[in-house]
């Protein structure tokens, strides 16, 4: 059984256009993050959310809009595709925001 | 904010071998996580370990908590070990931020 879930596991579109992942785990944990994947391996925290409320925002361009509906779904979305949001986007979960996290298997996200 | 610096950024093994890879960290963590990138890039869980040593087959973790340091050990190795390692830490405060590492990529030649 996936623990964590992503989809879609490759995006490749067009600068511009608008796109969402998604997000969802079956562990029954109460907080989710999304990292960000460089070209280089960079792997940085984006959003992470608690029983449904945003609790980390970094300095994230606010093209990008996470939203919750309920516990076990987090999803991201993208307006206006740069050539710069070309990453690896991975979704994690935690029991709690303290706990050890666990991570999807990544969403590829080509832009051309 | 807390700065985290893996030793060394590659390795090469011939299959068999042992490894230790060094993860430094610059202030007092509340979390410590090793995780295996594969070379499909599936971030694997390895050790959940902000203090003590732990062992999983022929991997095993040892965090220094005081000292500012993790390690972690591979012994014998072998091919499916190859990928990046990372740790990553939660400084204190109220919330759960990881901070990676730069990442050890290792390579196990037959």
């Known amino acids: 059984d996936t623990a964590v879930s992503q989809t879609p596991k490759y995006l490749v579109t067009q600068m511009g256009n608008d796109k969402s992942i998604k997000c969802e785990q079956n562990l029954g944990h109460d907080t989710m993050y999304w990292y960000k994947q460089d070209s280089k391996k960079f792997l940085k925290i984006m959003f992470s959310?608690?029983?449904?409320?945003?609790?980390i925002n970094e300095t994230v361009p606010n093209r990008f809009s996470p939203k919750s509906p309920d516990k076990a779904h987090l999803n991201l979305h993208i307006n206006s595709l740069e050539l710069g949001d070309s990453a690896v986007y991975f979704c994690a979960s935690s029991q709690n925001d303290r706990d050890t996290q666990y991570f999807g298997p990544g969403t590829r996200l080509t832009v051309l | 904010g807390i700065q985290v610096e893996q030793s060394p950024p590659d390795l090469i093994l011939q299959e068999g071998a042992n490894s230790t890879l060094r993860c430094n960290f610059s202030?007092?963590?509340?979390?410590l996580q090793w995780f295996h990138q594969n070379p499909w890039g599936q971030l694997i869980n390895l050790f959940y370990i902000p203090s003590g040593t732990k062992q999983n087959g022929r991997l095993s973790a040892t965090t220094v908590a005081t000292e500012r340091y993790s390690l972690l050990y591979i012994s014998s190795s072998q091919t499916t070990d190859s990928g990046v390692y990372f740790c990553a830490v939660r400084a204190g405060g109220a919330t759960n931020k990881l901070i990676f590492g730069t990442g050890t990529l290792l390579a196990v030649q037959p």
């Open positions: 959310y608690n029983n449904k409320e945003l609790i």
């Open positions: 202030d007092s963590v509340n979390n």
